[in-house]
Structures are given as C-alpha cells and as structure tokens.
C-alpha cells in the first residue's frame, strides 16, 4: 500500500522559509519521480516542482529560484525548501508520485504566508 505523507508546513511571515517533507513508503522510493503541488482555495492545484529518478528537476516558473526539490532515497523522502515566501505562496501543499498508472497524493500540509 502506497502512502505519503507530509509534514513542516505551518505559518511564516512574508520573506521567511519553510521545509517541507514527504515520507514515502509501499514503493522501491527510488524507482519513482516524485513531485510536489499545491492548491489554494478555489484554485486548482497546481505542480510546483519535479524530482525524477534520473536526477532531473523541474520547477513551476512561479517558484524558480527560491525552492528547491531534493530527494534522498536511502530515507525515502522528498523535500521542498521553500525560501523567500510570499502570500501568494499560501495553500496546501501535497506530494505525489505515479505508481502503477495510478496517482497517489499525500494528505497535504498547511503553508500560510502572512504579508
């Protein structure tokens, strides 16, 4: 059974950082390209960054240059760091992977991010 789950969101003042984590378990982690999103209300969600098996990262242009993806596969996590927030940064953000045709998501966790 695949699960995800994230953790390290919270409440931040604009310019602040946050680091996001993502456990992952039910799969051989490294075979996997993991992503993460994000969904503010009444928004759709939306992709923010990209981490594939071969090394290759890949970032929403809304984000470039102050998050940073990383994985590391011995603990089977994936991590954001998020730098320079701004308020347009807030919404629940959820990490995910492609498992046998099927998407699975995480629960998702909580950034808000006051001005």
């Known amino acids: 059974q695949v699960q995800l789950v994230e953790s390290g969101g919270g409440l931040v003042q604009a310019g602040g950082s946050l680091r996001l984590s993502c456990a992952a378990s039910g799969i051989i982690f490294s075979n996997y390209d993991m992503g993460w999103y994000r969904q503010a209300p009444g928004k759709q969600r939306e992709l923010v960054a990209t981490?594939?098996?071969?090394?290759?990262?890949n970032y929403a242009f809304f984000v470039k240059g102050r998050f940073t993806i990383s994985r590391d596969n011995a603990k089977n996590t994936v991590v954001l760091q998020m730098d320079s927030l701004k308020p347009e940064d807030t919404a629940v953000y959820l990490c995910s992977t492609l498992y046998r045709g099927y998407n699975y998501w995480g629960q998702g966790t909580q950034v808000t991010v006051s001005s």
């Open positions: 981490f594939t098996t071969s090394g290759t990262t």
